[in-house]
Nanobody, 125 residues
Framework: QVQLVESGGGLVQAGGSLRLSCAAS????????MGWFRQAPGKEREFVAA????????RYSDSVKGRFTISRDNAKNTVYLQMNSLKPEDTAVYYC??????????????????WGQGTQVTVSS
């Protein structure tokens, strides 16, 4: 079992920055690909970013590419999402997810095995 706890969400003005963190329990973190997803009210959960277990490969949705950066620290069992140049349309609950024992970097929610409880990000105009 893997438990994921997100933090770092909040209210920010458009153009501002936030850094989300996701702390993972367990000894398998370094074998998991990790991802960030978001869900706005009335919308489906959508892919934001993902990173391979080594940290060498990252993938981003077109809507955040160039503004968001995903990274991980395997020594701290933590994955991060640095969000810059935030826009009101980035407002959503952001979820961290873990995909066990894979060398790929998945981008679909169904590929991930564990999820955090989510953290709210609100960007005001």
């Amino acid at each position: 079992q893997v438990q994921l706890v997100e933090s770092g969400g909040g209210l920010v003005q458009a153009g501002g920055s936030l850094r989300l963190s996701c702390a993972a329990s367990g000894r398998t973190f370094r074998r998991n690909a990790m991802g960030w997803f978001r869900q706005a009210p009335g919308k489906e959960r959508e892919f934001v970013a993902a990173i391979s277990r080594s940290g060498g490969t990252m993938r981003y949705s077109d809507s955040v590419k160039g503004r968001f950066t995903i990274s991980r620290d395997n020594a701290k069992n933590t994955v991060y999402l640095q969000m810059n140049s935030l826009k009101p349309e980035d407002t959503a609950v952001y979820y961290c997810a873990a995909d066990e024992a894979t060398i790929s970097v998945p981008t679909t929610p169904s590929a991930f095995d564990y999820w955090g409880q989510g953290t709210q990000v609100t960007v005001s105009s």
